[in-house]
């Protein structure tokens, strides 16, 4: 058994589509522990692009940290996804940002098909703020408390994520 936190992207179709359709096909699989609402957050990168919609969970269950990223492939498969422009816009982005053992014991990786935890997720507030709105005592292993880290960046970033699916 391990523990993932898998962090949830989209900036083309219907976006609250794709990400709620991953989140019922986890839901399904019987290993979701808990889901952040919708965040639209501005898009993180060089690449123009539209919106994106966001949104962190955390699953468990019977997997490993590839066992995990091949799901993670297979939901982005069942959304459509073909463009691979990296840092492009997407139908549907599944990463996994970090991977727990039973013993509690982050699994860390340097193998770039599997880099754990994920080497950027802290400097993104696309993916800080809906975890610690789940999650307000999350630690991103090696980086600190996502509290810490959120504060870390510059409040135009965090303030630009903004809770979207209570609008609609
Ligand atoms: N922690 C991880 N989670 C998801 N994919 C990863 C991870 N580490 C490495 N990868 C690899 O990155 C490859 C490219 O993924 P993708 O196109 O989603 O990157 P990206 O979303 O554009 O960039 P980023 O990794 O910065 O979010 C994937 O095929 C995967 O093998
Ligand atoms: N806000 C936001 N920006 C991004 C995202 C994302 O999920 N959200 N994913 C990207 C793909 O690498 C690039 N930029």
Do not use: C, K
Not at 1 to 10: I, K, Q, Y
Not at 44 to 51: D, K, L, R
Not at 103 to 115: K, N
């Amino acid at each position: 058994m391990s523990r993932a936190v898998l962090s949830l992207g989209a900036n083309l179709g219907d976006r609250a589509a794709a990400l709620r359709a991953a989140i019922t096909a986890l839901e399904d699989d019987g290993v979701l522990v808990a889901r952040s609402t919708l965040y639209e957050t501005p898009p993180w990168g060089p690449v123009e692009q539209p919106p994106y919609l966001n949104a962190v969970v955390v699953v468990r269950g019977d997997r490993d940290a590839a066992g995990w990223l091949a799901r993670a492939h297979e939901l982005e498969q069942a959304a459509g996804r073909t463009r691979d422009v990296r840092w492009g816009p997407r139908t549907l982005d599944v990463d996994v940002v970090t991977v727990t053992g039973d013993d509690d014991r982050p699994v860390h990786s340097d193998d770039p098909a599997l880099t754990l935890p994920h080497p950027r997720a802290h400097e993104r507030a696309f993916v800080l703020v809906p975890w610690d709105s789940l999650d307000p005592t999350a630690v991103l292993p090696g980086r600190g408390r996502v509290s810490d880290l959120l504060a870390a960046l510059p409040p135009e970033d965090v303030a630009a994520v903004v809770r979207w699916e209570h609008l609609h």
